[in-house]
Structure formats: structure tokens, C-alpha cells
């Protein structure tokens, strides 16, 4: 069982920076995938970005490639996403979601546990 909070959500311009975190609970935080999914309102969940176990192999959807950056401190049980260039279409709250399968996935159904989310404003 994994239990996750996100931070760092907040109101920037468009251009500014947010750094969001995703804390997770639990001895084997190593053992899971981490993504980062999004939700505007009246939009369906999708994919931003996610990182493999190990953190060494990130992946982007294509609207934020080159702009965000995933990272991950097992040590620490924590997952970031570093948001730059931020535009007002960014706009949405954020959730972070883990799963234990051995595949890389970027679908909502294949992650087991998700985080409250955190909201993230980008003002023109």
C-alpha cells in the first residue's frame, strides 16, 4: 500500500515556474512507477510525465516535453516535477499516481494509487 501528497501547487503568469512534489508513505516506494497526470476542468485525467523505479529513465507527454522535468529521491520517498515556461493551458490540477507493474505505462487505469492532487493556475 502506498499512500501519496502533493505540493506546491499555487497561481503564477504565464513564463513562471512551479515546482510540485509527491510524497509517498511506505518501505518499498522504490518498487513502484510514478507518474504525474493532470485534470483541467471539464477535461478527462491525462498523462504529463512519468519516471521508472530507479529514476533514471523519464518520459513526456509531448505538450510539456522540454519544459517540465520529473526527478525522484528514493531516499526520501519523493517524486518532483520541476514546471517552467508555464503556460495558461497548464492549467489543471496535478496528481501524482504510482503502480507496481513492469511495464512503463502512461494510462490512468494502470495506476493503483493516486495522490489528492494539487492546484496549479497559470494566469495570461
Known amino acids: 500500500q502506498v499512500q501519496l501528497v502533493e505540493a506546491g501547487g499555487g497561481l503564477v503568469t504565464a513564463g513562471g515556474s512551479l515546482r510540485l512534489s509527491c510524497a509517498a508513505s511506505?518501505?518499498?516506494?522504490?518498487?513502484?512507477?510514478v507518474g504525474w497526470f493532470r485534470q483541467a476542468p471539464g477535461e478527462e485525467r491525462e498523462f504529463v510525465s512519468r519516471i521508472s523505479r530507479t529514476g533514471l529513465i523519464p518520459f513526456y507527454a509531448d505538450s510539456v516535453k522540454g519544459r517540465f522535468t520529473i526527478s525522484r529521491d528514493n531516499a526520501k520517498n519523493t517524486v518532483y516535477l520541476q514546471m517552467h515556461s508555464l503556460k495558461p493551458e497548464d492549467t489543471a490540477v496535478y496528481y501524482c499516481?504510482?503502480?507496481?507493474?513492469?511495464?512503463?505505462?502512461?494510462?490512468?487505469?494502470?495506476?493503483?494509487?493516486w495522490g489528492q492532487g494539487t492546484q496549479a493556475t497559470v494566469s495570461s
Open positions: 511506505g518501505r518499498t516506494f522504490s518498487s513502484y512507477g
Open positions: 499516481a504510482a503502480h507496481s507493474r513492469l511495464s512503463p505505462s502512461s494510462r490512468v487505469s494502470e495506476y493503483d494509487y
